[in-house]
């Protein structure tokens, strides 16, 4: 798709692997364009997603060299912030595996995803505002929901960088291991919702998505098409024979 992004199809999941590692993978316009083009394919085919990045980094921030000719019709366009909402609006699951640097609009992509898990010299953190600039492609909003006010506000008005164990206790990762087997584990858990039911899978995304003022509406309205669903009729069915046999 993309000199810059290199997709992988597998069995359960796309495997889209960042690859800049010249440039710590920043994210540039072609980068972001690809990622778009990416998005707009599962939006339809709606498989779980995983993002990595090459060379033992997942994404150092935006490019600078382009970010220093933007201007404000720039700004307000959002380049990196709708792309980052596509992200965060895919149906299905999308796991981050950060290993090393993720920085900046790096870090904001991350935040973007469902699920992160991290690697040892996973460096992550929004130090936008020592550029002259603010962290406005999602960090300002979401960041506060993953790890809190408190550490949110310090991090975005400081520019403090956390390492992989304040990461993992802070709940911004939900894992800290070596590269390999942090990819091995965001596979396994592609596979672990692969096996599940990909209504019901999509159902919880968009209640989890939702505004706190939408619950419980949202909820009650996504389990009553459920309910009615022939799949959810055929696993019970399945869970209440196996229990039977047991």
Not at 155 to 161: D, H
């Amino acid at each position: 798709m993309s000199e810059t992004l290199r997709i992988e199809d597998r069995d359960s999941f796309v495997l889209a692997t960042l690859d800049r590692p010249e440039k710590r993978n920043a994210i540039d316009q072609e980068l972001v364009d690809a990622l778009h083009r990416l998005c707009a394919r599962l939006e339809v085919e709606r498989r779980t997603l995983v993002l990595t990045g090459s060379g033992g980094t997942f994404a150092a921030g935006a490019d600078i060299a382009q970010l220093r000719e933007r201007r404000a019709t720039d700004a307000l366009a959002g380049i990196n912030t709708r792309c980052f909402q596509r992200i965060r609006a895919l149906p299905m699951p999308v796991i981050a595996v950060l290993d090393g640097y993720a920085l900046g609009g790096g870090a904001e992509l991350a935040y973007a995803a469902d699920i992160r898990i991290g690697t040892p010299t996973l460096k992550i953190g929004n130090p936008e505002t020592g550029l002259g600039i603010i962290a406005a492609a999602g960090a300002t909003w979401r960041l506060q929901a993953i790890v809190g006010e408190a550490l949110a506000n310090e991090m975005l008005l400081t520019g403090r960088i956390l390492g992989a164990d304040e990461a993992l206790a802070a709940g911004l990762v939900s894992a800290v291991l070596e590269p390999g087997a942090a990819l091995a584990r965001a596979i396994d858990i592609a596979d672990r919702i692969a096996e599940l039911d990909p209504a019901a899978t999509q159902a919880t995304k968009r209640a989890l998505l939702a505004p706190l003022s939408a619950h419980p509406e949202i909820d009650l309205a996504e389990q009553a098409v459920l309910f009615e669903s022939p799949e959810k009729q055929r696993r019970m069915t399945e869970f209440l024979e196996r229990r039977s046999k047991r």
